[in-house]
């Protein structure tokens, strides 16, 4: 029953992307397929690249904590790495890894392009699209 729930679900989900990009209505909106995919591989190499950074920096010590008062060492597997990239990345911060030393600098960074590049995307449509009522 699960597993045909979860097939539902993704199929939901794709249905509902599909629509989105084939509805022509969102052409009268700010929205730019290219530029949307240029932002989705863009932000995924910076997630790769901070992935491989904090791997790097795995490699000198601990960089992952489950808390800052246990200090238990969160074992730096590439996919434990990711989740944190991407947790980082997309601003989410569950909480669940919390970052020591150099990666603190590394997640603040990452934090801020996650939160910056999206946003000159968006004003970068915006302008693009005012540019093509003029």
């Known amino acids: 029953m699960v597993q045909a729930l ?3 679900a993704v199929i939901f989900i ?3 992307l599909v629509y989105f990009f084939t509805n022509k209505t969102y052409r009268k909106s700010y929205f730019s397929t290219a530029l949307f995919f240029q932002l989705f591989f863009v932000l995924t190499g910076v ?6 950074l904090y791997y790097l ?3 000198d010590g601990v960089i992952l904590v489950t808390s800052l008062s ?3 060492p969160v074992d730096p597997t590439f996919l434990d790495l990711l989740y944190f990239s991407g947790e980082t990345l997309l601003s989410v911060g569950y909480g669940d890894m919390l970052p ?3 990666a603190r600098f590394f997640a603040l960074l ?5 939160i910056l590049l999206p946003t000159a995307y968006f004003l970068k449509a915006m302008d693009a ?4 009522e003029d």
């Open 110 to 114: 990452e934090s801020g392009i996650g």
């Open 6 to 8: 979860f097939i539902v």
């Open 57 to 59: 920096l795995s490699l």
């Open 100 to 102: 020591v030393g150099m």
């Open 129 to 132: 699209s005012r540019q093509k």
């Open 14 to 16: 794709a249905a509902n």
């Open 47 to 52: 997630l790769l690249g901070f992935t491989v």
């Open 70 to 72: 246990s200090r238990e």
